[in-house]
């Protein structure tokens, strides 16, 4: 194989890719486009093997998440994107292996932290409800 026969066959895969507009394998899902073996879905595109999502992009191995974007194997987030393996985020970017934050970046590992700070469990639930609630307003 020629690199022009490779270059023009990688850009019709990428471009079929793109357009893939159906659903594949998935159960009980309503508005969602592109997705495979996913379950329980609502308003979301190119989700794969998640669960319970609604209003997402480009998720894998999720379940539960809303508003999100390009997550893997995460769990309760919303309006995050680019983590994986993580749960309970509100507001996050590109965390790994974290739970319980609420308007972090970046961070690994991290457990009960809003904007990058560590807090107390109690504390953490306390300042997010009041935030949830003025964002719900909002």
Request: proline content about 1%.
């Amino acid at each position: 194989m020629k690199l022009g026969d490779f270059e023009r066959a990688y850009r019709d895969l990428l471009q079929s890719g793109r357009s893939r507009r159906d659903n594949h394998a998935c159960v009980e899902c309503s508005g969602c486009v592109g997705c495979h073996s996913c379950t329980f879905c609502r308003d979301s595109e190119s989700l794969t093997r998640s669960s319970y999502c609604v209003g997402c992009k480009r998720l894998t191995d999720c379940s539960h998440c809303h508003d999100s974007q390009n997550l893997i194997g995460c769990h309760h987030c919303q309006l995050s994107e680019d983590c994986s393996s993580s749960s309970y985020l509100v507001r996050c970017i590109g965390l790994a292996g974290c739970s319980y934050c609420f308007g972090c970046v970046g961070l690994s590992g991290k457990d009960f932290h809003i904007l990058n700070q560590p807090y107390e469990r109690a504390e953490y639930f306390k300042l997010t409800q009041a935030l949830l609630r003025e964002l719900k307003r909002g």
